[in-house]
Structure formats: structure tokens, C-alpha cells
């Protein structure tokens, strides 16, 4: 899930992001069709009622968190968007306690507060006058609401049940993924930037449809089928090791002091809110 990373720094470089993540999502569509279109047809009927919460899950999981990080690689590092990324399980936890009823104890709150005042940390770069003056970096705030947009995406996915196998529903989902892009894909051709047609542009699109989000989505649903929204989304503490490495490694980014900061206050912050989750 972590090469999506270098995609948002490196793709982007070449390609327009609207663009990269509509056309990543259509061609992983169109990989996985011939796998499952003699299902979909023959059990349509099956289904239909969840076309709706397909398109809502195609739009948060493929279209937000697909957009947001290219959006970001323009204009923050790798090393911010893998920590700020990582936050996501705080936000998975408090849309589960909203929405669907775990309680909370006050230590849990206590994480989500340390856990969102580390993001706030890395995004103002330890600068309160940043923060007091409203000046941030916008590649940070798109990567603040990729992680919020992955929140909903793993709760919903788990909460609502489908009678779609996996790959199934995730060729659906990707579908919808790309028609929620698709608007926002032209005006970015017609008013902002037109897309290159070249090899850089094939490269790029192959493996964001191939690494991050087939073999990735795939086995990130299985195991949050499985595991349930709360367990899988601890895969993305890792966001920020992955993070740090790809950066220092293909991008020479390093790390800073803020950035070490911000990263101990998230894993405290997470391990408080992970302590004896209960639902009412």
C-alpha cells in the first residue's frame, strides 16, 4: 500500500494527479472485468440493492483517498503524507464510537487528542506562528483528508455486508472509483493541465493500478473482512517507516526533529486509543 507513496511524489511529476488516479482506477476496472463479468451478469439481481454503498465506497476508498494523495505529493514529502497517513486508525476508532456505538474511555480520548495534536505538529512543521497565521502546507491538508477518507472507506466496507465475493466487489468498487473521478478528470484536462499520452504515463498508471491498488485493496479487504475496520487499519502505523524509507531512499528527503516528534506522539496517541475498544 506504501509504493502509493512514491506514485504521489514521483507519478505526479509527469502526469496531472486527477488524471493518474482516474486512469489507475479504469485500467485496474478493466483488469479485473474478465475475472468476474460472467458473475456480475448472471447475479445481478442479487446485488443491485448495493449499488448505492458501492459508489459511496468506489468514492471514498478509490476516489478521495485515490485523488488526495497525488494532490499531495505535489506540494509535501513522502515523510509527511506516510505520518499524517498513519493517523487514519485514530479516525477509524472515533467514526466506529460515533457511528456505530464503541465506547470510548476517557484514556481513548486522551490518545485522540495526543495522536491529532502530533499531525497538527508535522502539518505546522513545529511552527505555531504557521498555525496561528492559517499557513500550511496544502500537500499536508489533502493528505489529512485522504486519512479521514480512508476512515470512513475500512468502516463502512466492514459495517456494510455484501453478498459480492471479494474480487467481485472490488471491481465494482473500483468502477465506481473511477466514474466518481471522471468529472473532476475533465475539468482537470480542459482548465488545469492536459495529460501526455507517453510511455512515463503507461509506467506510471501500471503500477498504480498493479501494486497499490489491486494486490493492495485485495488483501487489505480480505483481512478487514476478516479482522474487522478497528485491527486492519493498524497496517497503516507502518506508513510511516515505509514512508521514511522511500523518501530518504528515491527522493533524498531526511527527517526532522518535528517529524520524530509528530511520529511519537501518534504511536502514543494510538496506543491509548487501541487499549479495551468496547462496543455499547
Not at 109 to 118: A, P, R
Amino acid at each position: 500500500m506504501a509504493s502509493n507513496l512514491v506514485i504521489a511524489r514521483g507519478g505526479t511529476e509527469l502526469i496531472p494527479p486527477i488524471s493518474l488516479a482516474f486512469w489507475r482506477w479504469t485500467l485496474c476496472f478493466f483488469i479485473l472485468l474478465p475475472f468476474t463479468l460472467n458473475y456480475l451478469k448472471k447475479n445481478f439481481n442479487k446485488f443491485r440493492s448495493e449499488l448505492i454503498k458501492l459508489f459511496v465506497l468506489g468514492f471514498l476508498g478509490c476516489g478521495i483517498c485515490g485523488a488526495f494523495p497525488f494532490l499531495a505529493g505535489k506540494t509535501t514529502t513522502i515523510v509527511n503524507m506516510g505520518i499524517i497517513y498513519s493517523s487514519s486508525p485514530i479516525f477509524i476508532i472515533l467514526i466506529s464510537a460515533i457511528f456505530f456505538r464503541e465506547r470510548l474511555s476517557n484514556s481513548q480520548y486522551s490518545g485522540i487528542l495526543i495522536c491529532l495534536l502530533g499531525v497538527i505538529l508535522i502539518i505546522i512543521k513545529a511552527n505555531i506562528n504557521l498555525l496561528i497565521n492559517l499557513k500550511f502546507t496544502i500537500g499536508d491538508l489533502w493528505m489529512l483528508g485522504a486519512s479521514i477518507g480512508w476512515a470512513l472507506y475500512t468502516v463502512y466496507l466492514f459495517h456494510w455486508k455484501s453478498k459480492l465475493p471479494l474480487l467481485q466487489r472490488f471491481t465494482l468498487i473500483s468502477m465506481f472509483g473511477a466514474i466518481s473521478l471522471l468529472p473532476f478528470f475533465i475539468f482537470e484536462e480542459i482548465y488545469i493541465l492536459k495529460t501526455s499520452y507517453d510511455l512515463n504515463f503507461l509506467f506510471w498508471v501500471l503500477f498504480a493500478a498493479l501494486s497499490p491498488s489491486i494486490i493492495a485493496f485485495l488483501l487489505f479487504n480480505f483481512v478487514n473482512n476478516k479482522l474487522g475496520a478497528s485491527i486492519t487499519g493498524s497496517v497503516l502505523y507502518l506508513y510511516t517507516v515505509y514512508g521514511a524509507v522511500y523518501g530518504f531512499l528515491f527522493f533524498n528527503e531526511r527527517l526532522e526533529i518535528y517529524h520524530l516528534a509528530g511520529t511519537l506522539m501518534v504511536f502514543i496517541g494510538i496506543f491509548l486509543v487501541k487499549k479495551n475498544v468496547k462496543k455499547a
